[in-house]
């Protein structure tokens, strides 16, 4: 059977390339699975049959021959247990993959959200202002953290795994910001990380149908 992902047909300027199906897709590219993407649009969010396929109405949503899940998180865990390219075979390896994963998503990602929030979509507003300075100084405990765990490793483990496609799509999120660089190993990491062929391959295939699908300017 076929794997499918949901996706959007189409969204603001700001937010194309930051979908979270691109989590999903870069994860099938780095395993080498083929799927189609299922476009949606609001009036589909909306639908029973999208429900139940994604209760909040959000993407991604995923499935194959075997399981129907959503949740970006849980779908990558579920191809790395399916892929030694994203996850080793061995139990403590797979055990380390799924911290790292879970330690982007709930330990560094609320963080980053937190300030990228303020910035995308308060920016300017009085409150926001007065708010930053904390929201940053808390995400900046969290990279100073991880960025000396990294050290001068090339990536979490000893080799890329799905741990850290997870934690350069949260990191992603604040190249813009340039907090990324005050942690010199960070910046290089998400490069390194953003910089493999698969993930290339994984963006273009999100941008794809919003250059399809742009809506006609007046
Ligand atoms: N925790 C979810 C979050 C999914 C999510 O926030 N999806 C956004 C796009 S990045 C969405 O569908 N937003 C539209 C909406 O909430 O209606 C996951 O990681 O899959």
Avoid at 98 to 117: G, H
Avoid at 153 to 159: I, P, Q, S, V
């Amino acid at each position: 059977m076929t794997i499918h992902v949901s996706a959007f047909k189409w969204v603001p300027p700001f937010a194309q390339g930051y979908v979270r199906d691109l989590r999903v897709r870069w994860a099938l590219e780095e395993a080498g699975l083929p799927y189609e993407a299922t476009l949606i649009d609001p009036a589909i969010q909306a639908t029973t049959a999208y429900r139940e396929w994604q209760p909040f109405g959000q993407v991604p949503a995923y499935r194959d021959e075997a399981v129907e899940i959503f949740e970006s998180g849980a779908i990558v865990l579920h191809l790395a247990m399916r892929s030694e390219a994203l996850a080793p075979a061995d139990e403590a390896g797979r055990a380390r993959v799924m911290t790292w994963v879970i330690a982007a998503l709930n330990s560094v990602e609320p963080f980053v959200q937190n300030l990228v929030q303020l910035d995308v979509f308060h920016a300017g507003e009085a409150w926001a202002r007065e708010r930053r300075p904390q929201a940053e100084a808390m995400l900046c405990k969290r990279l100073a953290s991880l960025g000396a765990w990294l050290g001068d490793r090339d990536f979490l483990e000893d080799r890329f795994t799905a741990g850290d496609l997870m934690m350069a799509m949260v990191l992603r999120e604040l190249v813009e910001t340039g907090l990324l660089e005050r942690y010199a190993s960070l910046g290089a990491y998400v490069g390194r990380c953003t910089g493999r062929p698969a993930f290339k391959k994984a963006l273009e295939a999100q941008l794809q149908p919003f250059r399809e699908n742009a809506p006609a300017t007046a």
